[in-house]
T-cell receptor
Framework: NAGVTQTPKFRVLKTGQSMTLLCAQDMNHEYMYWYRQDPGMGLRLIHYSVGEGTTAKGEVPDGYNVSRLKKQNFLLGLESAAPSQTSVYFC????????????FGDGTRLSIL | AQSVTQLDSQVPVFEEAPVELRCNYSSSVSVYLFWYVQYPNQGLQLLLKYLSGSTLVKGINGFEAEFNKSQTSFHLRKPSVHISDTAEYFCAVRGGPSGGYQKVTFGTGTKLQVIP
């Protein structure tokens, strides 16, 4: 059972380039999330989705877009990368029930030069 | 808005000594509380969770946490740490007055450094 899989694991971009991070889960979870992790700041929510075809903004959505065309996939896009978006990005998923924990991928390490 | 405070950014402790990692949250409504552990270059893994009932919750790897509603705290403890416990630990709260139970709020993390 793969759980939550993120691709790619590492990426280096130049300022202004675009890219898409892919998250796939095989647990039939309804909820999916994208976080960024920066030193000393914990995890900050970028966008999330409560079901196929629905997305919502989190705490730090500017500069990012997301799509959830299929229940098992959640894509995070950077339209025009900026150095401030250098970070480690984590995808997570969970069941609807509030007493259920989130399951995390291993992260994507993204550097913007 | 919901907030989670982990006051200690780093906690050094000698091997086989006890440790307590502190977590306080702000909420006037029922919430669900979690502790996650993150080893280097990995994602977060669930350590334990408090849902209801007994205030003392036992998790994996010998960790436990005590829920204190009056102090809005959920401190993590281990009576004797091992080198392999060196990692970053995150307290998280699901639920709160404004966002329902869809979102989870994380603390800023505590790095536990176990010294041989």
């Amino acid at each position: 059972n793969a759980g939550v899989t993120q691709t790619p694991k590492f990426r280096v971009l130049k300022t202004g380039q675009s890219m898409t991070l892919l998250c796939a889960q095989d647990m039939n979870h309804e909820y999916m999330y994208w976080y960024r992790q920066d030193p000393g700041m914990g995890l900050r929510l970028i966008h999330y989705s409560v079901g196929e075809g629905t997305t919502a903004k989190g705490e730090v959505p500017d500069g990012y877009n997301v799509s959830r065309l299929k229940k098992q996939n959640f894509l995070l896009g950077l339209e025009s990368a900026a150095p401030s978006q250098t970070s480690v990005y984590f995808c997570a998923s969970s069941y609807v029930q509030a007493n259920q924990p989130q399951h995390f991928g291993d992260g994507t390490r993204l550097s913007i030069l | 808005a919901q907030s989670v405070t982990q006051l200690d950014s780093q906690v050094p402790v000698f091997e086989e000594a006890p440790v307590e990692l502190r977590c306080n949250y702000s909420s006037s409504v029922s919430v669900y509380l979690f502790w996650y552990v993150q080893y280097p270059n990995q994602g977060l893994q669930l350590l334990l969770k408090y849902l209801s009932g007994s205030t003392l919750v036992k998790g994996i790897n010998g960790f436990e946490a005590e829920f204190n509603k009056s102090q809005t705290s959920f401190h993590l403890r281990k009576p004797s740490v091992h080198i392999s416990d060196t990692a970053e630990y995150f307290c998280a709260v699901r639920g709160g007055p404004s966002g329902g139970y869809q979102k989870v709020t994380f603390g800023t993390g505590t790095k536990l450094q176990v010294i041989p």
